[in-house]
């Protein structure tokens, strides 16, 4: 946590805006977008066999790179949400040059910060199905408590397909 100080506090001011905005205004026209950013981190990841495996260079400095994705991503998390981890993870991998259990645990911290934020402003904005959210809450609680034992016990050979696959069926989805 204490390494990603900065990257929570631009995720969090990035989904304050993107989960405001939203209730302002109508996503539609980004649903058609999203499976081909989808598609490009995930053409990327399955062609950079390596990526990932090992601690890579960075290239970007990690001030700047919070300062834009957390942005960004915390926006787009709070405006819309589908992806947010994959991308996350690619950016991670490819711009900071991280492995994959440390992007997947950075990814987690960024994600979980600008859920949070999203659901108080939706919150304070009348627009939750508790119902709903709280069986998936549930659902995700059990999965990443699963899911984090998992990759930490086996590492990047046993995180990379799993991602590939939770991508490649998400951009099927959307389409």
């Known amino acids: 946590l204490k390494e990603n100080l900065s990257g929570i506090g631009f995720t969090f001011a990035g ?8 209730q302002q ?7 058609h ?9 995930f053409i990327y ?3 950079a066999k390596d990526l990932g495996t090992v601690q890579g260079r960075a290239k970007m400095g ?7 994705f957390g942005l960004g991503l915390g926006f787009y998390d709070g405006f819309f949400g589908p992806g947010t ?16 259990t440390s992007a997947t645990g950075t990814t987690r911290i960024m994600n979980f910060t600008s859920n949070v934020v999203a659901l108080a402003v939706f919150i304070i904005g009348g627009n939750v199905l508790y119902s709903a959210g709280l069986t998936m809450a549930a659902g995700q609680i059990i999965g990443a408590r699963i899911g984090s ?7 990047a050979p046993f995180i990379r397909p799993i991602f590939l696959t939770m991508v490649f069926l998400t951009i099927v989805r959307l389409i």
């Open 15 to 22: 989904a304050v805006i993107g989960a405001w905005s939203i």
């Open 85 to 100: 981890g994959a991308f996350w993870t690619g950016a991670l991998l490819i711009l900071l040059g991280m492995d994959m």
């Open 45 to 47: 990841t399955l062609a």
């Open 33 to 41: 977008l999203i499976p081909f950013m989808l598609l490009f981190v």
């Open 62 to 68: 990690k001030d700047l790179f919070f300062m834009v």
């Open 25 to 31: 205004i109508q996503a539609g026209f980004i649903r």
């Open 149 to 155: 034992g998992m990759a930490i016990k086996r590492g």
